[in-house]
């Protein structure tokens, strides 16, 4: 899958759900019971223990037209390209770097990189990252998204922290193409986090109706 394939089918959906588990059979889990409930993006952290033998199983397991499988918590460009091999279609970090940036590039594998400030979010986009990573989203609110696009209406900005199936919509009220769900998402039973991921990609869906 092209970059710019990967990077709309995150835009379609609006939720990517980041899997942070303690052992890889939880992360495998809670990834497959996302897929389940209609969020295809689950970005796996390499703060999970075995990452690329989870993003691995996953790809080997899922129907590869309903999976969508990132890394996140991706610190610099050596561990990017472990993830890649393993089978990562897209990269998030929780801060920009410059040579993850020129490595998901050389490779075209989309670059979501974690940014607090404008300075921070313009050097990003000028290192050819197309979605910016708002985090943490808790910190700031869905009011600073629209801030930040009065004077860079092109930017495209995915809040992780502080998103719940409570406020997801303002969220995208105020101008994210995606939004990054964490513990508000994957904490819960099977069922429950199948039950959930599907009312998180509802949210979305009516919350962009009301933007329209």
Do not use: H
Not at 85 to 113: H, W
Not at 139 to 148: D, R, T, W
Request: with cysteine; glycine share 8%.
């Amino acid at each position: 899958m092209v970059k710019f394939e990967i990077l709309n089918k995150i835009k379609e959906v609006g939720v990517v759900a980041v899997i942070r588990e303690s052992n890889p059979q939880e992360a495998i889990k809670v990834s497959k019971a996302c897929v389940e409930g209609g969020i295809p993006a689950v970005e796996v952290t390499y703060t999970v223990p075995g990452a690329s033998e989870v993003i691995k199983e996953l790809k080997k397991t899922i129907d590869p037209s309903k999976l969508l499988v990132g890394a996140g918590s991706v610190l610099d460009s050596e561990t990017a390209r472990t993830a890649i091999l393993a089978g990562a279609t897209y990269i998030v970090s929780p801060a920009f770097d410059p040579e993850t940036a020129k490595l998901c590039n050389r490779y075209q594998v989309p670059y979501m990189p974690g940014c607090m400030t404008i300075t921070e979010m313009v050097t990003a986009m000028e290192s050819g990252c197309d979605i910016i990573k708002l985090f943490p989203g808790s910190a700031f609110g869905p009011s600073f998204v629209k801030a930040v696009k009065a004077p860079l209406p092109q930017i495209n900005i995915m809040p992780t922290g502080g998103v719940s199936l409570e406020n997801v919509d303002e969220w995208i009220k105020n101008g994210v193409v995606a939004v990054g769900a964490g513990g508000q998402l994957t904490n819960g039973t099977y069922e429950e986090i199948v039950e959930k991921s599907r009312e998180f990609v509802l949210k979305v869906e009516e919350a962009r109706k009301k933007v329209k």
